[in-house]
C-alpha cells in the first residue's frame, strides 16, 4: 500500500488536482467576495468547495507521513498544518463571519 500511494502522491494527476485546488483556496474567498457579494447560495457553495479542499490536503499530510516518515513535524509538514487548518476560517458553518 506504501508504495501505491507515494506514486499516486507523486503522480502529475495529483501534483496537477491539488495545485488547483491549491489555487481555489488562495483566491476563491476573494472571488466569492467580488462577484457574489450578498448571495447566501454562493456563499454555501464556496463553504462546500473549502470544505472539500481541506479533506484534500488533510488526506496529503497523512499519506505524507506515511509514506515518508521525514516529513512528519518538518518544516514543509507544519507549512502544511497551518495552512489548511487556516482554511476553515473561510468555512461560514465553521466562522459566521466568513460571509462578509
Not at 488526506?59 to 507521513?65: A, H, K, N, T, W
Not at 518538518?74 to 459566521?96: E, H, R
Request: net charge negative; with cysteine.
Amino acid at each position: 500500500i506504501k508504495h501505491y500511494l507515494d506514486l499516486i502522491l507523486a503522480s502529475n494527476w495529483f501534483n496537477t488536482g491539488t495545485a488547483l485546488v491549491t489555487t481555489f483556496a488562495l483566491f476563491g474567498d476573494d472571488i466569492r467576495i467580488l462577484a457574489f457579494t450578498g448571495q447566501g447560495p454562493a456563499d454555501l457553495l464556496f463553504s462546500i468547495f473549502n470544505l472539500i479542499g481541506m479533506c484534500i490536503f488533510t488526506l496529503e499530510i497523512f499519506g505524507l507521513c506515511y509514506v515518508n516518515p521525514e516529513y512528519f513535524n518538518g518544516f514543509y509538514f507544519w507549512l502544511d498544518l497551518i495552512s489548511t487548518a487556516s482554511m476553515m476560517f473561510d468555512i461560514k458553518w465553521l466562522n459566521p463571519g466568513a460571509s462578509e
